[in-house]
């Protein structure tokens, strides 16, 4: 296998790597634990993961979903996390090639994901998602042709400003927390990886979509809505589709051309 498939393959293993590290990021930050050590554990009986039972999908398939030691079902999250990641970054490479836009899309992508796992489960957005991906966006931008380094911090000024506004806003009308300090750094991500253009993007579609879902039933229950989640949601819409969206809206809505 030669050419740009072999591109494709190579990027997918490589992706296939990255969610396997991206499960254990999304675990252990949230809760100001080390990446590093220890080793990674069964969850019932703490018997340490051999290296030939964690390869990415292919164990979690040998094992039929069960720790090796005692049994125990192991999370599908694990192997579903480590295919989707493998699956994005294979799509980049097949979209873009070999090239710094793969890899961005690649790494935004998978920060996307970290962040909704995180957001989803603790209800926390780690600094190492966002404010690491802040840096990772601008450090990025000068050789990426999609984006300008100085749109590029635009945007992260603008989406931290913006989501900050909304919460300040938020706690004035409601006399309570409504927009959390990690949605807020997120958004200055983004700005890095998007732009102005797709900070504004980002919280609309995040927004309708996060009302549309969960909106009914935080209103019925109570529970704090994990924006995280719809925010990344609207993101990766942005980073997919967002000159198209926009270019539909400016047509159907305003008459442009």
Known sequence: M?????????????????????????????QDASVVA???????????????????????????GSCRACDQGISIQYPVVEL???????????????????IRGGLFLTILLGIALSDARFYIIPDQFSLGGAVLGLA???????????????GAVVGFVLLWVVGWLGRKAFKKEA????????????GAFLGTQGVFLTVFLGSLVGTIVFG???????RLVPFGIFLAAGAAVTYAWGDP??????YWALGAS
């Open 38 to 64: 220890p080793r990674s554990r069964c969850p019932g009986c703490g018997a340490t993961v051999a290296w030939y039972d964690n390869v990415p999908v292919v164990s979690w398939l040998l094992l039929r």
């Open 2 to 30: 030669t050419g740009p498939w072999m591109e494709v393959v190579s990027a997918g293993m490589g992706g296939l790597l990255f969610g396997s590290f991206l499960n254990v990021c999304a675990l252990r930050w949230p």
């Open 84 to 102: 989707a990641v493998g699956l994005l970054w294979a799509g980049m490479a097949f979209q873009h090639g070999f090239s710094i836009e793969a």
């Open 216 to 222: 009914p039933i935080s209103y019925r229950t109570g």
């Open 140 to 154: 990025l931008a000068p050789f990426a042709p999609a984006i300008a380094f100085v749109e590029a911090l635009t």
């Open 179 to 190: 927009m959390g300090g990690g949605d807020i750094k997120m958004m200055a991500m983004v």
């Open 245 to 250: 969206l926009v270019g539909w809206y400016l």
